[in-house]
């Protein structure tokens, strides 16, 4: 499988999900302002969508979208626990997250990253996100991960997208359970390595 990625993009969640997993990957990066791949031509003709994340399978088609592609990742080694069976409620549990994640959080930063929408609005979607930082951190709120003490994918995803309120101003600090969740996720082993990878840290896990 090939997973292509930008650094520190929504793609850093099926990343993690992969070392999680322990499945055999390899990497490659994409240029989202201009499309063109690191091994050279025009993401386009292989993805038309345009954006990352985008899997390609051994089989060679491709697979887009985060919430789809990190299930597919945990099915293909349930033993590692990524995403409860198929057809139970805790499965159901986790689309729910994902979806959530992926339609009001994911989502809500879009405009805080264009430069072309005004202070004024950025304030306005701010206080939006905040709202349903509220809700997220209510509903964690003593447990170790979203759906209890289990590391999930959609763990991996909120803390891909909590790692970007540092860039558009959202302090997460007024979210202790919040801060304490994004500590304890990239403390993992996994995670750390993938950060590593990306470039987005420059250090080795510390034992």
């Not at 304030?123 to 170790?144: I, N």
Request: aromatic share 10%.
């Amino acid at each position: 499988m090939k997973l292509y990625y930008s650094p520190g993009a929504c793609s850093l969640s099926p990343h993690i999900a992969l070392r999680e997993a322990g499945l055999s990957f390899s990497l490659e990066k994409v240029d989202l302002r201009t499309k063109a791949l690191a091994s050279g031509g025009d993401f386009r003709s292989l993805s038309p969508k345009g954006y990352v994340p985008a899997l390609q399978l051994d089989d060679g088609s491709l697979l887009t979208e985060g919430p789809a592609i990190v299930q597919y990742i945990a099915d293909r080694a349930p033993q590692s626990g990524l995403a409860p069976a198929a057809g139970t409620m805790q499965r159901y549990r986790l689309i729910e997250w994902l979806t959530y994640i992926n339609s009001e959080l994911h989502k809500a930063f879009s405009p805080l990253f264009n430069p072309a929408t005004s202070d004024d609005a950025k304030e306005a979607y701010r206080a939006a996100l905040a709202k349903k930082f509220d809700f997220v951190s209510q509903s964690l709120g003593e447990r170790a991960y979203l759906l209890g003490d289990a590391f999930s994918v959609a763990d991996a995803y909120l803390f891909t997208v909590l790692r970007w309120c540092h860039y558009v101003g959202v302090n997460l600090e007024q979210w202790p359970v919040l801060k304490a969740f994004s500590e304890r996720v990239a403390h993992r082993p996994m995670v750390h390595a993938a950060m590593v990878a990306e470039g987005l840290i420059k250090t080795a896990p510390q034992h």
